[in-house]
């Protein structure tokens, strides 16, 4: 169901890249919700998923950028505000990757040149977006800006290794440019703190099935899905959002704020009969 929610709005997504990713979800959900979107995506990224299929879907122009790029993101939001005819009303970052996970480094011995890759693609990727618009002032007044994270940035989650000081980074980093662009534009910007989801860069970590069902079976709600979490970022996106900003916003079912629940403790019980 539409509610016209982003009707006449214009918006960035970065980092979909096949109909599992929580940014695939989200452009489709601001299509349906009356937005016109650019999408974007690095080459590499764009070789191996699916991203010109929703591009027809959504009636969208994709703009290659490296986000550790900032000449890139620069040309980005120009090529955005030449497409929307002015400025952007919001932005996803949906954006991560570690080479040490990849290479199944342990957090006890990283590869630190992989560490500060995992750093840059993965949070100060955020900032040196943020920073394009804001020099650019390509994101018009009261406008949105997103960025996902996990709880592994609060709680320490042993296989999520170098990705938990990534998602830390970026958190801090939506505090400090919701600051400074709230100032200035009135600009929101949050970071959502989102369920373990089914995505291909999410079930590519050591362990995943076990994050998933230890959260689901914490959570009083369930895990949320990628469609419910592109429903909140509809919201945060939208006008009756205007006055949250600066926030990391957990939807998890209420996973971050359960110590634990009765399935959980039958579970412990019975292994310990």
């Not at 040490?100 to 977006?129: C, G, Q």
Request: with cysteine; proline share 3%.
């Amino acid at each position: 169901m539409s509610y016209n929610l982003l009707k006449g709005k214009k918006g960035i997504i970065s980092g979909a890249l096949d109909e599992s990713s929580i940014a695939w979800k989200v452009a489709m959900r601001c299509f349906e919700e009356g937005a016109a979107i650019t999408l974007t995506n690095a080459p590499i990224a764009m070789r191996m998923g699916k991203i010109k299929d929703l591009a027809t879907a959504v009636n969208a122009e994709i703009v290659p950028a490296d986000a550790t790029s900032t000449e890139d993101l620069k040309k980005l939001f120009q090529r955005a505000m030449e497409i929307h005819g002015g400025g952007i009303d919001f932005v996803l970052h949906s954006i991560g990757q570690s080479p040490n996970v990849r290479k199944e480094k342990p957090y006890t011995d990283l590869n630190y040149d992989f560490y500060a890759k995992t750093l840059d693609i993965s949070a100060t990727s955020f900032h040196k977006m943020i920073q394009a618009a804001y020099r650019l002032d390509a994101i018009n007044e009261g406008g949105s800006i997103a960025a996902l994270t996990y709880i592994a940035a609060q709680r320490t989650y042993p296989n999520y290794n170098d990705m938990a000081d990534a998602k830390a980074l970026l958190e801090s980093i939506a505090r400090g440019w919701g600051y400074h662009y709230g100032i200035r534009k009135k600009v929101r910007v949050n970071t959502v703190s989102q369920s373990p989801t089914y995505t291909t860069a999410g079930s590519g970590v050591t362990g995943f099935d076990v994050f998933y069902n230890y959260a689901n079976s914490l959570s009083p709600l369930g895990n949320a899905t990628a469609d419910e979490c592109a429903d909140y970022c509809v919201v945060l996106f939208s006008d009756l959002t205007r006055k949250v900003t600066m926030q990391n916003l957990y939807h998890d079912g209420g996973y971050s704020t359960t110590g634990i629940t009765q399935p959980v403790i039958d579970l412990i019980s019975s292994k310990n009969e």
